[in-house]
């Protein structure tokens, strides 16, 4: 279903907006990540508008034009809604794609549990996938470490799945951001690993399948599935607006590369996205 596609891409949004909305409205407007801390451009408002500037909330919509699925080779756009909040004291984050909550937090060292859920797969998402029936969503629990060396971020997490593909997938990644006058520039690089059998959910083909979709039968198994690629611009409109533009590259590999379900092993995507920062 078309809402499940921007809710796959939100995760790439996400990082290099939370740091936009901290750094990036403050009077010092020096490199991002430079730990050193710096005081708001204005006092904080009263009434439900404080409460809100409090919490972090950034509020947005934008769209987003990627592909109908992973692996596939037909594109679709579609508008994304966004809000984001953070509680008790910057220890608990809740976005579109879950909830994150600090358990430890040390100078640049943060170990973080998350939870939230997997979308799935419809097979009336492409014609390409009739036969090969849904992957059912599913409720989704992890971690994550993450360590900031001045405007680079290294991470890495791990999520279990339950329900859907039942799997287990863990992701790798680094986030570099720098700001030059109004404006964040931001890369990333990351790669995916998933068990069997989220790999088997998703890119596998059994022959009950394969009789029913025509494509051959295929044992995919654990490993790498995918790298990412991302570089963004956000321009900081006033101290509450922003207007951010991003494009991402993901490429298959391993035993997804190799799958009948995929049609095409580059998934580039481009994004849209105004925000409002209480």
């Not at 692996?71 to 579609?78: C, I, L, P, Q, V």
């Not at 790498?224 to 533009?245: C, M, N, P, Q």
Request: no cysteine.
């Amino acid at each position: 279903m078309k809402k499940k596609i921007g809710l796959m891409i939100l995760p790439t949004l996400l990082m290099p907006l939370s740091a936009a909305g901290n750094e990036a409205w403050a009077a010092d407007r020096g490199e991002l990540g430079a730990g050193e801390p710096v005081a708001p451009t204005s006092e904080r408002p009263g009434g439900i508008r404080g409460k809100l500037h409090d919490w972090n909330v950034v509020i947005g919509a934008g769209a987003v034009y990627g592909p109908k699925f992973e692996g596939s080779k037909d594109f679709e756009a579609m508008p994304v809604p966004f809000i984001s909040a953070s509680f008790f004291n910057d220890y608990v984050h809740v976005d579109p794609t879950g909830l994150e909550i600090d358990i430890y937090k040390v100078e640049n060292f943060k170990i973080s549990a998350t939870g939230g859920m997997e979308f799935g797969r419809d097979e009336d998402d492409s014609d390409h996938l009739k036969g090969l029936g849904d992957i059912d969503s599913g409720a989704k629990i992890g971690g994550v470490i993450s360590y900031e060396l001045g405007p680079i971020e290294l991470s890495a997490g791990i999520d279990k799945i339950i329900g859907g593909s039942d799997g287990v997938t863990g992701t790798f990644g680094a986030e570099y951001s720098h700001m030059v006058g109004k404006f964040i520039l931001s890369a990333g690089a990351s790669a995916t690993w998933a068990d069997k059998s989220y790999m088997k959910s998703y890119f596998g083909v059994t022959p009950f399948q394969s009789a029913r979709s025509g494509l051959e039968v295929y044992d995919a198994g654990a490993g790498f599935k995918r790298i990412d690629l991302t570089a963004s611009v956000t321009y900081l409109a006033s101290e509450h607006w922003f207007i951010r533009g991003q494009a991402e590259l993901g490429i298959l590999t391993g035993d997804a590369r190799n799958s009948p379900v995929v049609q095409k092993d580059t998934q580039p995507s481009v994004m849209m996205f105004v925000g409002y920062k209480f």
